[in-house]
């Protein structure tokens, strides 16, 4: 049998870069869909250089694919975005790109959405495929509006919904968590209660391949997250344990730290700090996926590595 051909966009990004790679430690032949000309990456079978605001023009890159990683997209860190780049970006390429697959007869079409789909910041309870999406800024809306569009187009696919991810060369949150960790100073955010979901890049890699393997017809979302929330003191004492250092966390009361931050203007990162976004990855599990990393194991191996290879990812 011919080895499965994947396209891949978004292969020079924190996250597609390890999807190339486990891609192609997998056996899959990758074919890297590039907006600009450059340096071939390394595990790709091929490139194709186009414009995904214009994936009319896709006919070739999409010859001879069994099927359609789709991580590229405007993220979430640039904030300040119009709402219009979203769109476009998130959502009119995404439905562009699709409808080409479908016009190549490729076989599903796997979306890197966001838990932004489905939830604000922080969430009440446990978030499952089941509760009804209700997002709360532009980035979501553009995410959950490219889920929709490829509702709307005659392909199978599969809408991944991660929660934060980690792993190296992180950015954002997750980045600014990891340099906090890395201070050699006792931090005052050990009173911090609410718990999140997170999931390592492997973890999500390996989400991928189940439903690029899955039988039948998919055609829905997927939530990806590992199995137990943890607390900020808790991600913090498991990057510094990584760091061969104790916690060195201490509490502040909860309402002094937040009228602190509401002080300095700094509402959505006390709502992300002190608020819990917990969820879990139902449907995938019926799939009979489990996640392979626990997150605390997870996050140690992550400030090890972001040690030795500061600039690893």
């Known amino acids: 049998m011919t080895t499965p051909l994947i396209a891949l966009t978004g292969a020079t990004g924190f ?24 340096a071939l990456p390394p595990g790709a079978s ?20 069994d099927a359609v990683v789709h991580s590229a997209g405007l993220a979430h860190a640039m904030s300040g975005a119009p709402e219009d780049d979203y769109r ?14 479908a016009r190549a007869r490729v076989r599903r079409f796997v979306f890197l959405s966001s838990i932004r789909a489905q939830s604000g910041p922080s969430a009440a309870g446990v978030l499952t495929e089941a509760d009804a999406p209700t997002p709360t800024d532009a980035y979501g809306r553009s995410k959950l509006a490219a889920e929709e569009a490829l509702a709307a187009v005659d392909i199978d696919f599969a809408a991944l919904r991660p929660v934060l991810v980690y792993g190296p060369g992180v950015k954002g949150n997750m ?12 931090l005052p955010l050990g009173g911090l209660k609410g718990r999140r979901s997170i999931v390592s ?59 602190a931050l509401r002080l ?3 509402g959505e990162v006390r709502e992300r700090l002190s608020g819990s976004l917990m969820a879990r990855a139902d449907a995938l599990g019926a799939l009979g996926w489990t996640a392979p990393r626990d997150s605390r194991e ?12 500061p600039t690893s990812g």
């Open 175 to 186: 980045a600014a968590l990891l340099a906090l960790a890395a201070r050699p100073l006792p």
């Open 88 to 101: 476009t970006f998130n959502t009119e390429a995404t439905r562009g790109l699709a409808q080409a697959a």
């Open 46 to 65: 091929g490139a194709v250089v186009g414009d995904l605001a214009r994936p009319q023009n896709m006919a070739a890159a999409l010859t001879g694919v």
């Open 15 to 38: 996250i597609g870069r390890h999807l190339l790679r486990d891609l192609t430690a997998r056996g899959y032949r990758v074919r890297v869909l590039l907006r600009r000309p450059v």
């Open 298 to 309: 997870g996050l140690e191996a992550l400030a090890r590595l972001e040690v030795a290879h």
């Open 264 to 266: 300095a203007g700094r």
């Open 201 to 259: 890049v492997e973890s999500l890699a390996d989400a991928i391949a189940t439903v690029l393997h899955a039988p039948g017809e998919l055609r829905r979302p997927f939530i990806v997250t590992e199995a137990e929330p943890l607390t900020v003191p808790e991600m913090l004492t498991a990057l510094r344990a990584g760091l061969g250092r104790p916690p060195g966390l201490w509490p502040v009361p909860a309402l002094l730290f937040d009228a």
